[in-house]
């Protein structure tokens, strides 16, 4: 009763493992195209390039200059008796992001010369 159990576990596996070569074997019905045969026939274009950069350190230090001194005058207005330096920090923070982000986006608009 084992052998026959054995013989037929083997005889399965055979089967099975002969289906899976053959279909390992089959060639496609048509020709592919690989992605670098594509990217030689379709090269990319070169970016342009722009003034965001500039832009953006041109906005971000001005406006960044001007929420300090903001933040100053809103500090020595207010009645407040702590220190301020929290508020001129975190208004010059502000500023800068505001003008950086302005600045990198006028800047953008403007073609460099090769």
């Not at 903001?70 to 923070?93: E, I, M, N, P, Y």
Request: charged share 10%.
């Amino acid at each position: 009763m084992m052998r026959k159990l054995v013989a037929m576990v083997v005889l399965v596996g055979l089967l099975l493992g002969a289906r899976a070569a053959a279909a390992q074997r089959l060639a496609p019905p048509f020709p592919t195209v690989s992605a670098l045969q594509l990217a030689n026939r379709f090269p990319a274009a070169e970016p342009h390039r722009t003034y965001w950069l500039e832009g953006g350190l041109i906005g971000g230090i001005g406006l960044g200059l001007f929420g300090v001194y903001a933040g100053t005058q809103f500090c020595a207005t207010s009645d407040a008796t702590r220190h301020c330096g929290g508020t001129v920090v975190g208004a010059g923070l502000l500023g800068a992001a505001v003008g950086f982000t302005a600045g990198a986006l006028i800047g953008g608009q403007f073609d460099k010369h090769r």
